[in-house]
Structures are given as C-alpha cells and as structure tokens.
C-alpha cells in the first residue's frame, strides 16, 4: 500500500501504519509512535479513567452489531486486588473471525500493521482487568496469524507483554488461537464455545459474557477495527475522536466496496461518508457498461438499499433510517446484469449452510427458502412462492430464533423481495431467469437463458 | 448374536512425540484439556493430511474427552477433513462477491481440467476440491485457497495454469511441509487511499 504524505496518525489513524508486503516490527512501530497509548493507559491511567475516555469518545463496535464499547466494557465487575470474591481469571477476546461476505478489512489490519492490535489489546485488557487475552482468528486467515505470532513474540520480549508490564504491576498473556472454520464462530457466544474446544453453537443470554463468559469467567469479546481504535482514542483523546467524524457516530470507518466496480478495495474515511462519494469517488463507480441496481451496505446480513439512497451516509444511525444496517460496512454492489434473485439464493444459501443447527426456525428455516429460490432462479418457481418466502422472512424473524444468523439471513431476503419484486415475478411468469445464463448459480442457466432470449432486463 | 469388539488404544503408541508436544502446548494455555480440541486436530492433521479414526480417539485420549464429544467438534468444523484428502485441498470461494464476479466459471474449468466434483479426491491423490465461505479477497474477486496459499483475480485460464503448476512441482512433500516452505505473503490485500 501506498501510504500518502496527506495521511498521518490524526486522519487516517487505523491505516496511516499499514504495510501490507513488511509490517513494522516494534523498533519501528514505536518510532512511529506505537504503545504511546499502552503506556500512558498503564502508567498514568486506573483502569476507570480508560474506560471513561472510550465511553466519552463514543465509539461503537466495528464487528457488525455497533454496540458502544464503553458500555460493554462497562458491564464487566471489578475488584480490588485483595477481593476474595474476585474471579481467578478475566478475559478479553478479540474477535479476528472476519467471515462476513464482503468483509474483508481485518484482515489488512492484522496483515498490515499487527502491533496496533497487539498494543490496542494491552490498554483493553487492562481496562477491564483481563490477566489473559485470545486472538480468535479465522483459519483461512494464515499469513495474519503469522505476522500477529510475530509480533507477540517481540511485545513478549520487549515486557509490552508478560509479567509486570513496563515496570508495571500489571499483567498479561496474549494468545493466538485459529479457528478450523463455520461463520457462526464471529457469534460471540459461540466463540466463546469454539475456543472452550466446543461445538461453536450460540449461548442463551442473559447471563453475558461480561458476567459469565469464557471458562465460565468475566470475559469482554471486541472486534479487531473497534479494538485497534483504543490506541489512538487514548493518545489523542475523546474529543479528537469525535471531530473525525461530521456525524453523531465518531471517528474513521474502514469501508469496504466489492462487486462489479471499476476499482473495488478499502478505505479509512471519516465515518458517515456517503454511499455515494465511496462508491463513485472512491471505487471509481460502476465498472464499464454497468448500472447499478442495488447494494448491501455492510455485509451479506444487512438489507439492500437502492440507487435512490446514494445519499445516505455509512453511519449507523442514517443507515438505520434508510432500512438497513452499516454491519461491517462493507459494500457489496450488485450490477444490473447479475440476477438480484441469484444473488439472494447465493447469500441465503451462504446462511443456510453456515447455520449451527441448534433452533429449528433457522435450521429449517434456511435450507427450505434456498429450495424456494432455487426454484424460482431454475423458472420453476409457483406464484405462491413468493408468500412462502415472505412467511420464511416472518419465522425466521428476531425472537423466534436462538441468535441473530437468521434475521441476518432474512435482511437481504426480505428487502430484495421488496425492492426486486418485478425480477422475482418475472422469473415465474416467464419460467426461465430473464438474466444472461453466465452468472448464475444454476447449471441449468444457460440452456434457461437461451430459452429466454438471453437478454438482460435492468 | 453379534459381539462388539472394544479396543484398548494407547495414545502414545499412535501419536508422535512431536504431535504430543505440540499438543500440549496447546493444553498449556487454555483452562481445560477440553478447550485443546480444535487445535490439536489442526495439529495432528497437519502432519498427517486428515483425521483418521484412529487420529480422532487417539486426540481423544490425550485431552481426557469422549471420542464422542471430539467426533462432534471436527465433524462441526469444515476445516478438519474427517475423509482422506488429495496432497492440495483447493477451497473455491463461493460467496457473495465471487459470485458477483463469476467464480462458477473457474469452478467449472477446475471441474472439467481434473475430472472431480466437490468433495472428490484426483486418482493420483494429488487434488481434493471443496467450497469455502468468503475468503477476505473480496476486492480481488474470485479467489481460492490452496493450502496456506491464496490465489486472487481467478479466470479460468489462470486457475489451470495453478494447477498445472503444482502438478509439476510434486516432489513428494507431505502437505505439511511444502507449506511451510511457501512464504504465504506471496499473495496478500492491496489497500487503496486517495
């Protein structure tokens, strides 16, 4: 990555460091002003006043769900050193399990700047009185586990980990733990249950994690971009958080755009930027001879917005109003050649084999609207389908499952049929998908597409 | 009347020194024997390609749990291979991003130039091809993993020239060790600021 000279730790402070080919080892990092946080949180900060600058600063958390990290820091117990009722262990969990299609900005940070989250991880632990800390990093991400080995070796033994840290009576062991797959695992509970050796199925909450979470012990679960902001939070201050961002939720974003774009990639921009300015600005706009049709703001769980909200911006309260969901705000674009009801079996059929099996809505649930949808694609579909699917949307709903995969399946389901209801009775009425046969999921698409005369409709 | 045989298996007998080691590393740092479970089939397949019944009570045995229970955990993960697997496991992304970008095509030429399907193994033994959920390459679209290995901007073309390129460099490695050889930065996410 190309670094330049406009970008500094006070705009772009998640990515200014990034080095994707060499990252800095700890010599250079802390020449370029890394564990100035770790150390005025350990040296001159209690565990309270850290906390109070993230709960001032108004951060929210990066993984998907933007819950405030204060808050959540905030529900962990403290003691005294000398409470006899004080658990033997907390924990803090970074989860590195980034396996959210179309998400893909963790992975540059662990890849390019390793130290951050080495460091980011020291400050929250401490906070929140953790002696033990875990990476829980997705198995197919090895060159991050690499680079993240590497650089908890040299924290190791330059004391930024272990015993008294920088003369500190403060602790800490900082592990990596890979995964071995299952997109349930970025559930926090169910993380909890993977790294316990378990079967990676969601707890019930209450109790919380904060309360009772690893081994049964207070434990905190962060995402790595929500966790590598602490660092910088710390150093420069609540209020310097805030003016990073011209809307209520503060600081820089990392977005994301995939798709068929001119120049698909990532960005740290303030948060709230447009969906316009990244997607025509930043990704250079649609790739040539393509319009767009429509777009997930943050993820395959998160609802498609339309070309009429391009300018809404990424935040978590303006996409809320708009209908969907920043997520992980990582934009995925679908194009007006690509068949929206293929897209949808792709992400839901994503869902359907990702589900743990533990509740029935969403066990059943999935695998029964993947059938539906085949059908419609493959120009089988029944006019009844289509309130099949909608009834799927209702069971599958919050409430009515043990965790939030489903209704993260039914976001992209139930707006699609909303908003590309002309596609999906078009696929009935003619008995074949109207789209070109080339991208769709189904063998059959081609010979369908013939049948169908093989031209596209926007 | 049908007799049901019991075997007496001894762990040590049937797991290296090395794995053992690298077991208990695993032990060490976690609360519970337990909690090791997932790491140390990733271990004992690293060395071996997949995860035999033998391997599997073998683990079992070590960290203090039921076969039962350890069969429940790799059988949950889609990374622990349960069936014997070719000396490369090439893992097509097929979410949302690929998807949008064509992967069914590459699929279809790896298909066609191997003469497997998913979850098939090449007769040389030297190919499994399984699907895998989004691969964080999603600006790099469509792309696979072949071991610690990620391949990005796939065609068709491409994905044979791959193949065909670790069908002439077999020299008989286990997986493990050609791995481990490979510098796994060799392909990595490129991050775009204006």
Redesign the interface.
């Known amino acids: 990555m190309t670094n330049s000279a406009s970008q500094s730790s006070m705009t772009h402070p998640l990515t200014h460091l990034v080095n994707l080919s060499q990252p800095l080892s700890l010599t250079e990092y802390i020449r370029e002003g890394g564990y100035q946080g770790a150390k005025k949180a350990l040296q001159e900060l209690t565990p309270a006043e850290v906390l109070a600058i993230i709960s001032d600063s108004s951060l929210k958390g990066r993984g998907g769900a933007g819950f405030p990290t204060g808050m959540k820091w905030s529900c962990v117990p403290m003691f005294e050193a000398d409470d006899v009722n004080a658990p033997e262990h907390k924990y803090l969990v970074c989860n590195a399990d980034e396996m959210e299609p179309g998400t893909f900005k963790d992975r540059m940070l662990m890849e390019g700047v390793p130290h951050q989250l080495v460091e980011s991880m020291i400050i929250s632990a401490y906070t929140i009185g953790a002696d033990k800390a875990y990476i829980f990093l997705r198995g197919e991400y090895h060159l991050s586990a690499k680079r993240l080995q590497q650089a908890i070796d040299e924290a190791y033994s330059e004391n930024w980990l272990g015993k008294n840290i920088q003369g500190t009576n403060y602790h800490l062991e900082l592990y990596v733990h890979t995964s071995a797959g299952r997109y349930i695992c970025g559930e926090e509970t169910a993380l909890i249950n993977a790294l316990e050796g378990k079967r990676a199925t969601p707890r019930a909450k209450p109790p919380f994690p904060q309360v009772s979470g690893l081994f049964g012990k207070p434990t905190v679960v962060n995402n790595v971009e929500t966790l590598c902001n602490i660092p910088h939070i710390i150093k420069n201050g609540a209020q310097w958080f805030k003016q990073l961002s011209p809307e209520s939720d503060a600081g820089t974003k990392i977005y994301a755009v995939c798709g068929r774009v001119k120049t698909p990639g990532l960005w740290e921009l303030p948060m709230g930027v447009t969906i316009r300015e990244l997607l025509y600005q930043h990704a250079g706009g649609m790739a040539d001879g393509l319009k767009l049709k429509g777009l997930l703001p943050g993820g395959a769980s998160t609802d498609f917005l339309l070309p009429e909200h391009l300018d809404t911006p990424m935040d978590f309260d303006s996409i809320s109003k708009a209908g969907s969901r920043l997520g992980t705000g990582g934009l995925i674009v679908l194009d007006d050649q690509n068949c929206p009801v293929a897209m949808v079996l792709n992400l839901i059929r994503f869902f359907a084999q990702e589900s743990c099996g533990w509740c029935t809505p969403c066990r059943d649930g999935t695998p029964w609207a993947v059938e539906i949808l085949t059908r419609i694609e493959n120009g089988q579909g029944k006019q009844n389908d289509l309130d099949e699917l909608a009834n799927l949307c209702d069971f599958m709903w919050l409430g009515k499952t043990h965790c939030a995969l489903a209704p993260g399946a039914v976001e992209p389901l139930k707006s699609a049929l909303r908003y590309f209801q002309d596609d999906f009775q078009q696929h009935i009425d003619k008995g074949c998908c109207p789209y070109t046969g080339s991208h769709s999921q189904s063998g059959l698409a081609s010979n369908v597409a013939q049948a169908c005369g093989g031209h596209a409709h926007g | 009347m049908q007799i049901i045989k019991t075997v007496t298996l001894d762990y040590r007998q049937y797991l290296t020194e090395k794995e053992i080691l690298e077991i208990e590393h695993e032990v060490s740092?976690?609360?519970?024997r337990?909690?090791?479970?997932?790491?140390a089939?990733?271990i004992v397949q690293h060395h071996r390609g997949w995860i035999s019944d033998e391997s599997l009570n073998a683990i079992a045995q070590l960290?203090a749990i039921s076969s039962a229970q350890l069969e429940?955990?790799a059988t949950?993960?889609?990374?622990?291979y349960r069936q014997p697997v070719g000396r490369y496991v090439i893992?097509i992304c097929?979410?949302?991003?690929c998807?949008?970008?064509?992967y069914?095509?590459v699929l279809q030429a790896i298909k066609t130039h191997l003469g497997i399907d998913y979850g098939q193994t090449t007769a040389d033994g030297l190919f499994t091809l399984l699907s895998?959920?989004?691969?964080?390459?999603?600006?790099?679209?469509p792309v696979m993993?072949i071991g610690?290995q990620?391949y990005e901007h796939l065609t068709s073309e491409k994905a044979v020239a791959i193949l065909n390129g670790l069908i002439q460099s077999k020299d008989g490695n286990l997986p493990g060790d050609i791995l481990d050889k490979t510098d796994?930065?060799a392909t990595?996410?490129?991050?775009?600021?204006?």
Request: aromatic share 4%.
């Open positions: 740092i976690m609360e519970t337990e909690s090791a479970g997932i790491e089939l990733k960290l429940g955990v949950f993960y889609n990374l622990i893992h097929d979410s949302i991003s998807h949008l970008l064509g069914q095509q895998n959920v989004c691969l964080g390459g999603c600006d790099k679209a993993m610690q990620h796994v930065g990595i996410v490129e991050v775009k600021n204006d």
